[in-house]
C-alpha cells in the first residue's frame, strides 16, 4: 500500500523559510517522479515542483529561484526546500506520484506566510 506523509509546515513570516519533507512507503521510491502540488483556498490544485528518477527538476514559474525540490532514495524521502516566502505562497501543500495509472497523495500540510 503506498503510503505518502508529509511534514513540516507551519506559520511563518514574508522572507522566512521552510521545509516540507514527504516520507513515502509502500513503492518503489527510487524509480517514480516524485512531486509537491499546492492548493490555496477558493483555487485549483497547482503543481510546484517535481523531481524525476534521474534528478531532473521541474519549478512553476512563481518559485523558481526560491523553491528547491530534492529527493533521498535511501531515506525514501521527498523535500521541498522553500526560501523567500510570500504571502502568495500560503496553501496546503501535498506530495505526489502516480503508480499504475493510479494518482497518490499524502495528507496535505498547511503553509502560512505573514506579511
Known amino acids: 500500500q503506498v503510503r505518502l506523509v508529509e511534514s513540516g509546515g507551519g506559520f511563518v513570516e514574508a522572507g522566512g523559510s521552510l521545509r516540507l519533507s514527504c516520507k513515502v512507503t509502500?513503492?518503489?521510491?527510487?524509480?517514480?517522479?516524485w512531486s509537491w502540488y499546492r492548493q490555496a483556498p477558493g483555487t485549483e490544485r497547482e503543481l510546484v515542483a517535481s523531481?524525476?528518477?534521474?534528478?531532473?527538476?521541474n519549478y512553476t514559474d512563481s518559485v523558481k529561484d526560491r523553491f528547491t525540490i530534492s529527493r533521498d532514495n535511501i531515506r525514501r524521502t521527498v523535500r521541498l526546500q522553500m526560501d523567500s516566502l510570500k504571502p502568495e505562497d500560503t496553501a496546503v501543500y501535498y506530495c505526489?506520484?502516480?503508480?499504475?495509472?493510479?494518482?497518490?497523495w499524502g495528507q496535505g500540510t498547511q503553509v502560512t506566510v505573514s506579511s
Open positions: 509502500g513503492t518503489n521510491f527510487s524509480i517514480k517522479t
Open positions: 505526489h506520484t502516480v503508480q499504475g495509472g493510479v494518482i497518490f
Open positions: 523531481i524525476t528518477s534521474g534528478h531532473s527538476t
